[in-house]
């Protein structure tokens, strides 16, 4: 039985360092799955950001091509104009030539109105691009943070059941005082009892 008594009193420290090793897993596991969360969303938000990079590149392009369109338009309808003034037989004059220069001059407002609205939109979509990343990068600093504090409360989990352990059964490993001697070492030896002297002695 005594043995017996004495492995249920051990029960309980067996519980309390379990309970902590479990804590302590379970804490580092929640740091390991903030990181990990913040590190998937870092790659979607970067796969986001260069996907904006593609469309601003391809808005530039639209515009350009725009711009050329709209001078080619502009090129057409001069020579027109200048084909119809031939054929009336009216001569240059002044008339179509000032015809002529407005024409161009609003061919090459419609050709910069196009390339400028192309250069804001992909500077808009590089900006958003940027802040993608930039949200990324913070989240993984943010969630690096968050390990580190609960990798520290897994250790403090350790260290409490370890303190907790120790406070609760130190007695029953303590050596017992009272009824010995202090040798040079500073160690407390026990001497027999009146019981143990007799029976050494046969008495």
Do not use: C
Not at 81 to 87: D, F, G, W
Not at 159 to 172: E, I, R, T, V
């Amino acid at each position: 039985m005594g043995g017996l008594e004495g492995l249920f009193s051990f029960l309980p420290a067996i519980f309390t360092v379990g309970g902590s090793i479990m804590n302590f897993m379970g804490l580092k596991e929640q740091g390991a799955g903030v990181m990990e969360a913040s590190q998937r969303k870092q790659v979607a938000a970067n796969l986001q950001a260069e996907q904006l990079d593609i469309n601003a590149g391809q808005a530039q392009s639209a515009a350009q091509r725009d711009a050329r369109n709209v001078k080619l338009q502009t090129q057409l309808v001069m020579s027109r104009q200048m084909a119809l003034a031939a054929a009336s037989g009216a001569g240059m004059g002044t008339t179509v030539p000032n015809l002529i220069a407005r024409t161009a001059g609003e061919g090459q407002y419609q050709s910069a109105i196009a390339l400028y609205a192309g250069d804001e939109k992909a500077r808009s979509l590089h900006a958003q691009a940027a802040s993608l990343r930039m949200q990324g990068a913070m989240g993984v600093e943010d969630a690096r943070s968050t390990k580190s504090a609960y990798n520290t409360a897994a250790g403090a989990t350790l260290l409490k059941g370890a303190g907790s352990l120790f406070n609760n059964y130190a007695k029953d490993i303590a050596p017992k005082t009272g009824t010995g001697v202090v040798n040079s070492a500073g160690f407390e030896r026990q001497l027999p009892t009146t019981d143990e002297t007799m029976a050494f002695w046969g008495e």
